[in-house]
Nanobody, 126 residues
């Protein structure tokens, strides 16, 4: 069984920064596709950033230049560094993982992943 646990959410003013962490436990090769999604109240879940060792990094247009996805293999942890936060970034952020690299390939992150965390809330005030 693969478990993903997010942390690092909180409240911040517009223009501020936060770093989310996702600890992965279980039989999963971290070089495969891992991603961050978010879901705001009343809206559909959105793929924010993806990382795969073959296809590299992938970002939603709404966060390009502001967010950065990274990974520490020694700590089995995926990160999302969020800078220049805006009120529209307010959402529940989820970590996800898939053994299918192609879910991190192309113009956008595939919406269906095999493994999901429980989410961490980010609130950005104006």
């Amino acid at each position: 069984e693969v478990d993903l646990v997010e942390s690092g959410g909180g409240s911040v003013q517009a223009g501020g920064s936060l770093q989310l962490s996702c600890k992965i436990d279980g039989p999963f090769d971290l070089t495969y596709c891992m991603a961050w999604f978010r879901q705001a109240a009343g809206e559909e879940r959105e793929g924010v950033a993806g990382l795969d060792d073959v296809f590299g990094q992938l970002y939603a247009d709404s966060v390009k230049g502001r967010f950065a996805i990274s990974r520490d293999n020694a700590k089995n942890t995926l990160y999302l560094r969020m800078n220049s936060l805006k009120p529209e970034d307010t959402a529940t952020y989820f970590c996800a993982a898939s053994p299918n690299r192609y879910k991190c390939y192309g113009g956008s992150i595939h919406p269906e992943f095999e493994y999901w965390g429980q989410g961490t809330q980010v609130n950005v005030s104006s």
